[in-house]
């Protein structure tokens, strides 16, 4: 029985590694500020949406600092419509104290809608991930694309957290809406 599961939890290794870098997008690598992200993990869902995550060479998967989410929604969807989607997502999230805060913010730019917010994960009443998020969705044609910024922490107080946050921010947002988002188009 052992050696089957661990047969099992070796194929899923293998299949997800095989899987999790499709390029649906046609780029590897990019760069946010100063620095590289590399496209870790990818997905296209039955309804037409196509995922991909990016992170820095020093991170991985499982525990990331940073990570940069491209997003193509499917057919028919606007930027308000995905926006309002997720801020009920959020509104939902922060009823079961996972998120703490979120709003939307006035963009710079008249195509995009902007959202920022932070949640955490709380295990033993202490946090154990707290993480800060930024949004961008943009329209293209009839679809949506989503730029997600993920800067997470671990194992830290939330008071820390939010002091970094709130030192840091300006200079994030800056960064995060200085990045030209690529035309995304499905190869």
């Not at 997008?25 to 590289?36: A, H, I, N, R, V």
């Not at 869902?45 to 525990?63: C, S, W």
């Not at 709003?103 to 991930?129: A, I, M, R």
Request: aromatic share 14%; charged share 30%; hydrophobic share 35%.
């Amino acid at each position: 029985m052992r050696r089957i599961l661990i047969c099992w939890i070796g194929m899923m290794f293998v299949s997800l590694s095989l899987f999790a870098q499709k390029d649906f997008f046609g780029f590897q690598k990019l760069t946010l500020g100063d620095e590289s992200y590399q496209l870790k993990w990818s997905a296209k869902t039955r309804n037409g949406r196509v995922l991909e995550e990016f992170i820095r060479p020093k991170d991985n998967l499982a525990k990331f600092e940073k990570k940069v989410v491209l997003e193509l929604s499917n057919k028919g969807k606007t930027k308000e419509d995905e926006a309002k989607n997720q801020m009920a997502d959020l509104a939902v999230m922060k009823e079961q104290s996972i998120v703490f805060s979120f709003n939307q913010l006035e963009s710079n730019y008249p195509d995009e809608v902007w959202l920022e917010y932070t949640q955490g994960n709380v295990q033993g009443g202490k946090p154990f991930v707290l993480e800060w998020n930024f949004c961008r969705y943009k329209s293209v044609g009839d679809r949506v694309v989503l730029f997600r910024f993920r800067h997470r922490y671990y194992d830290t107080k939330e008071e820390s957290f939010t002091k970094t946050v709130n030192k840091n921010r300006k200079k994030w947002v800056e960064e995060i809406v200085s990045f030209q988002i690529p035309e995304l188009k499905e190869k």
